[in-house]
């Protein structure tokens, strides 16, 4: 059983930084290789990738995101963090945490999620 709570969300003004955590349960984070992702969803919009790490500390980025956040975490121990610089406006979306087997992009290949924390960024 994997469970996944995100925290950390909450209304700051455009250039502000914040931090999101993630806190996950459930052995098979350090049995076998994972992968812990971000993705976010702005209203009217579909859910989309924003950064990923694996259990070796690999890590992928969204084009959109690329050098204004930094995703940290331990994966065996099913924690992570995306700390968030330079927000804008646009950044404004519900921040999903999501857990796969392997690092992957793909909204698909995430089989575990949790709840959503949201991000309101003003201008």
């Given amino acids: 059983q ?13 250039g502000d930084s914040l931090r999101l955590s993630c806190a996950g349960s459930g052995r098979i984070f350090g ?4 992968a812990m992702a971000w993705f ?8 989309a990738f924003v950064a990923a790490i694996e259990t070796d500390g690999t890590t992928v980025y969204a084009d959109s995101v690329r050098g ?9 121990e099913a924690t992570m963090h ?4 330079s927000l804008k406006p646009e950044d404004t ?3 999903y945490c999501a857990a796969a087997r ?12 949790g709840q959503g924390t949201r991000v309101t960024v003003s201008s």
């Fill in 2 to 14: 994997v469970q996944l709570v995100e925290s950390g969300g909450g209304l700051v003004q455009a």
């Fill in 31 to 34: 049995d076998v290789t994972m």
């Fill in 40 to 47: 976010r969803q702005a209203p009217g919009a579909e859910r």
């Fill in 68 to 76: 204004r956040f930094t995703i940290s975490g331990n994966v065996r």
């Fill in 82 to 85: 995306l700390q968030m610089h």
């Fill in 93 to 95: 979306a519900l921040y």
């Fill in 102 to 113: 392997y690092l992957s992009v793909q909204l698909g290949s995430y089989d575990w999620w």
